[in-house]
């Protein structure tokens, strides 16, 4: 069973605590289906070609169909000309979203978090406060708990919180509501509120 370090005021290891066992029976697949999807929904398509209604030019039939010893042709607008149509053009409008269910999304997130307490990178206080709202402070903290880069997840952000975070480059604060198996999985270290743990567990 994974265990999560659980932090006091001054940051400091003063105990752990036990995730659901059932958090060590679920499938890397989730994690792997959410992050596609993920990628896929934040995808844009910027390429985009006329098709052969689209182009300038005439629509009148180039030659005699019969007679010239040619491959007959009904229009100069079609994609074998030069100036032509593109046959199956790209559109600017394609749809790349790729649905993932809402179990999906929470069991993705449970297994990253159980990796991250198995691997003695996921950290829990009772709040991540930075009363001075002074990036100063929020990186002193965040330089201790997560040297290279890290997550803070908090219940609710608040502006002094946002302020003294906000021009870290390496480091990240947001709220619970945000929370995705993706980010976290993207960041080393994650440090969360207990409420924001707590509240994980439940819903799972």
Avoid: W
């Avoid at 169909?65 to 007959?72: E, F, L, N, V």
């Avoid at 870290?168 to 440090?191: D, G, K, P, Q, T």
């Amino acid at each position: 069973m994974s265990k999560a370090i659980v932090l006091n005021e001054k940051f400091e290891k003063s105990g752990e605590v036990d995730l659901p066992a059932k958090f060590e029976e679920i499938s890397e697949q989730n994690l792997y289906l959410y992050a596609k999807s993920f990628l896929a929904g934040i995808r844009s398509s910027n390429a985009t070609a006329k098709t052969r209604a689209e182009v300038s030019g005439t629509g009148k039939k180039p030659f005699a169909q019969k007679g010239g010893g040619r491959a007959r042709q009904g229009s100069l607008r079609a994609p074998t000309f030069v100036g032509g149509g593109v046959t199956f053009a790209p559109r600017s409008n394609r749809n790349f979203t790729q649905k993932v269910n809402k179990k999906q999304k929470r069991l993705a997130l449970e297994y990253v978090l159980n990796r991250k307490a198995a691997e003695g990178s996921l950290m829990v206080v009772d709040s991540l406060e930075i009363a001075s709202g002074k990036t100063k402070d929020a990186a002193a903290m965040a330089k201790k708990l997560a040297p290279r880069d890290g997550l803070f997840v908090v219940s609710s952000l608040n502006e002094k919180n946002y302020l003294a975070f906000r021009n870290l480059s390496s480091h990240y604060l947001m709220e619970a509501s945000e929370l995705n198996a993706y980010i976290a999985a993207s960041y080393r270290v994650i440090v969360m509120e207990k409420a924001v743990l707590d509240s994980i567990v439940k819903e799972g």
